[in-house]
């Protein structure tokens, strides 16, 4: 498998996965055009999309999805709520609804993690292939621990580090905005982010992802730092860690 970030974070979100011939997405959380560019700087004409995986319906996973429906009609997966809530956001698409937690999509085998968020339906997923696979989770306020042992030992994790928490605490956001973040159905903190990873990693893993980092709560040095210092403090390992960022593709990523 190949990976790519096309951007992540609160203004748009969306990554790109391809095995073989199958190129897929998930989220489309940015513009067509946006997309379009970032795609064929990576040398894949947009219409070779097959499928389109919605973790949920906030506007920074779903915005561009109407506009590049319409134009490249690739297929999206979705589970029910998602579907009742993407009707009323677009007029007509190609759809398949995963009636279990696990599909498959070509020769990419998914799983799918419920995750907590004030979003319904909420989802992230684990994608593998010929004995590779990658974790995608972000948008949650907490992982189940029913989870851990589906989610441990990946070769890699793109995982939500939204925010560091006293510069949440002490920022400009309203009250009710703070708890909201900092809630069950919020997003994952550094330390959150940290811990979570420092849990599943294991001998497979070769690469970290922080995604979704809050423009005005997080900084890269934050998120890597605290990432770092708890995988220290744990005796685990990871060959690179790397920050995604908003409006800037990562380099492909081979697992």
């Not at 959380?29 to 970032?38: D, H, Q, R």
């Not at 040398?43 to 995986?53: G, N, S, Y």
């Not at 994952?188 to 922080?210: M, Q, V």
Request: with cysteine; glycine share 4%; net charge neutral.
């Amino acid at each position: 498998m190949r990976i790519s970030v096309l951007s992540s974070g609160s203004k748009g979100n969306s990554v790109l996965v391809c095995e073989n011939n199958t190129k897929i997405l998930i989220d489309l959380g940015v513009t067509k055009s946006y997309a379009e560019e970032k795609l064929k700087e990576l040398d894949v004409d947009p219409r070779e999309i097959k499928a389109i995986l919605i973790t949920h319906t906030h506007a920074d996973h779903v915005q561009g999805l109407k506009v590049f429906l319409k134009k490249y009609h690739p297929k999206l997966y979705v589970n029910k709520v998602i579907l009742s809530l993407l009707k009323e956001y677009v007029d007509d698409f190609d759809y398949e609804l995963y009636e279990t937690s696990n599909f498959k999509i070509d020769d990419l085998n998914i799983k799918v993690i419920k995750t907590s968020h004030d979003a319904k339906g909420s989802v992230g997923f684990i994608i593998s292939s010929n004995d590779k696979s990658v974790v995608y989770v972000t948008d949650t306020g907490y992982i189940n621990n029913k989870y851990f042992d589906a989610l441990k030992n990946h070769d890699l994790y793109i995982m939500e580090s939204n925010h560091d928490i006293k510069m949440l605490m002490e920022g400009k956001y309203p009250y009710y905005l703070k708890q909201r973040i900092l809630s069950d159905k919020g997003h994952l903190s550094n330390n959150d982010a940290s811990y979570y990873l420092s849990e599943f990693i294991g001998d497979n893993t070769k690469t970290i992802i922080l995604a979704h980092l809050s423009d005005d709560n997080n900084t890269y040095d934050l998120a890597f730092n605290t990432l770092k210092k708890v995988l220290k403090d744990t005796n685990k390992n990871v060959e690179k860690i790397l920050i995604a960022k908003q409006k800037q593709r990562t380099d492909w990523i081979e697992v």
